[in-house]
Nanobody, 115 residues
Framework: QVQLVESGGGLVQPGGSLRLSCAAS????????MRWYRQAPGKEREWVATITSTGSTNYADSGKGRFTISRDNDKNTVYLQMNSLKPEDTAVYYCKVVIMRGEYWGQGTQVTVST
């Protein structure tokens, strides 16, 4: 079955960096686009970034110039490098894959940006 497991979250000071990972299994990872989303307290879940199966990337305005999505098809893992973090980046971060009209989500990893 499809499994997505995020890791790498934590507490970081404003201006700091984190790299999130999402380990995938149960499907042919290299064939699918992967996406990162986030959900802040009291807010709706929002899209953060996408990487296609061919490596093309796209970002929400909130992360452009600060976030980088990448993938390692040998490790079945997608990453989100986040630099110059701001308090408003505080959220639970999720990865998602869409397979045959079905959406699969990981359990999320908490990112807290605070002094």
């Amino acid at each position: 079955q499809v499994q997505l497991v995020e890791s790498g979250g934590g507490l970081v000071q404003p201006g700091g960096s984190l790299r999130l990972s999402c380990a995938a299994s149960g499907f042919t990872f290299s064939s699918y686009a992967m996406r990162w989303y986030r959900q802040a307290p009291g807010k709706e879940r929002e899209w953060v970034a996408t990487i296609t199966s061919t490596g093309s990337t796209n970002y929400a305005d909130s992360g452009k110039g600060r976030f980088t999505i990448s993938r390692d098809n040998d490790k079945n893992t997608v990453y989100l490098q986040m630099n110059s973090l701001k308090p408003e980046d505080t959220a639970v971060y999720y990865c998602k894959v869409v397979i045959m009209r079905g959406e699969y989500w990981g359990q999320g990893t908490q990112v807290t940006v605070s002094t």
